[in-house]
């Protein structure tokens, strides 16, 4: 590969909706416990949305946040990036939005659809924008505002997802800096994209009553069968950016998986026989915030002092595709 740059994550922001509904305030809203919630997925709090916010405010919210961890002003940005499925449109983007909000100039913006992979996707993108040279500095946000999508109906999907969005600068290394990414590796299996789902409100199943009434335009899921594909894919694309690179898994300081699910992320933990004490978790406070989830964790672990300057980070992920990815920096 030709590569004239390297990329690193120059700084991250997050930011959570301030309405946070917890376990019991679900029990008086579906026929779901407290007890169940704990023990089959680790969640306890979410956070939902205010009826005026949508995906772009909360983009916009880490957004600034993470310009400003990076010490660099909206006019540095040179490509905004934004990973969701729960967009303010079907178009315009929320890229775009993200962009007017910003005041930012006149740079490319784009969503990328991966699901709960969209923030390590899009990052990815960015990463070869920068090492080919094209842009300096990129602006990549997970965002998903899944409440608006959820069909309350269903007690096997309802419990699971929180709203909020995640965001980091990623910037050209200068050749002082010891962070940088150092590999990546995306897939997709497109055979399995019925196992998560949301039918209606595209070209192939438009808007009805119909489709209104049968809860068509919300989540749908074989959470059994997602899960299994979740641990298997996580874990081969963790093995193919460690092995490619020559390194143990003894050598990386923090692994961050995608929040679905703590025993997912458990399973996945000792698949990879990490210490679980390197295995960052934060399913309990914002449940499954899909691309943001990532991003969210990331920087609540810098912010906490737990990643440092030089330490190498695993980062995993796995969505709606189905996508999954594996992206080995260090920080
Ligand atoms: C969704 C998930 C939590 C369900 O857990 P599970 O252990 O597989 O549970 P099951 O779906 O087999 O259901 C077990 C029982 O709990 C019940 N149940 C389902 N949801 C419930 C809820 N919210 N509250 C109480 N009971 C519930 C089911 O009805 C079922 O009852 P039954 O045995 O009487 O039929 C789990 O499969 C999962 O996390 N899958 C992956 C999801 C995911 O990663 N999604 C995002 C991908 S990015």
């Known amino acids: 590969m030709n590569m004239q740059y390297t990329a690193k994550i120059a700084g991250t922001g997050m930011y959570a909706p301030k309405r946070i509904v917890n376990n019991f305030d679900l029990e008086k809203m579906v026929d779901t416990s407290d007890e169940w919630i704990r023990t089959r997925t680790?969640?306890?709090?979410?956070?939902f949305v205010a009826d005026d916010e949508a995906a772009s405010d909360l983009a916009t919210h880490a957004a600034h946040k993470a310009l400003e961890a990076a010490k660099l002003r909206v006019r540095d940005i040179d490509l905004i990036i934004v990973g969701s499925v729960t967009s303010d449109h079907a178009f315009p983007s929320t890229a775009c939005i993200v962009?007017?909000?910003?005041?930012?100039?006149s740079c490319m913006a784009f969503d990328v659809s991966a699901g709960c992979s969209g923030f390590l996707y899009a990052s990815d993108i960015a990463r070869?924008?920068?090492e080919n040279g094209s842009v300096e500095h990129a602006l990549v946000i997970g965002v998903e505002v899944l409440s608006r999508f959820t069909n309350w109906?269903?007690?096997?999907?309802?419990v699971l997802f929180g709203d909020g969005s995640g965001a980091a600068m990623i910037s050209r290394a200068k050749s002082t800096d010891i962070g940088r990414i150092i590999d990546t590796h995306m897939e997709a299996d497109g055979t399995y994209g019925n196992l998560l789902i949301q039918p209606a409100g595209g070209s192939r199943l438009p808007a009805?009553?119909?489709t209104v009434r049968e809860h068509k335009h919300t989540v749908h899921m074989e959470g059994n069968r997602i899960f299994k594909l979740a641990v298997k894919s996580m874990y081969n694309q963790c093995e193919t950016v460690l092995?490619?690179?020559?390194?143990?898994?003894?050598?990386i300081d923090w692994l961050?998986?995608?929040q679905a699910n703590l025993r997912i992320?458990?399973?996945l933990g000792n698949k990879l026989k990490i210490d679980p004490k390197k295995v960052i978790i934060n399913i309990e406070k914002y449940a499954n915030t899909s691309a943001a989830s990532i991003p969210i964790a990331l920087d609540e672990a810098v912010r906490a002092g737990k990643i440092r300057r030089g330490d190498v980070v695993l980062m995993t992920a796995f969505g709606a595709g189905l996508t999954s990815g594996a992206m080995l920096i260090r920080f």
Request: glycine residues 8%.
């Open 42 to 47: 680790g969640m306890f709090e979410r956070h």
């Open 99 to 105: 962009q007017k909000n910003l005041g930012a100039k």
């Open 128 to 130: 070869q924008f920068i």
């Open 153 to 158: 109906e269903d007690r096997g999907t309802c």
């Open 208 to 210: 009805t009553d119909e």
């Open 243 to 251: 092995k490619r690179n020559n390194w143990d898994v003894k050598s």
């Open 256 to 258: 961050i998986s995608h």
């Open 265 to 267: 992320i458990e399973s």
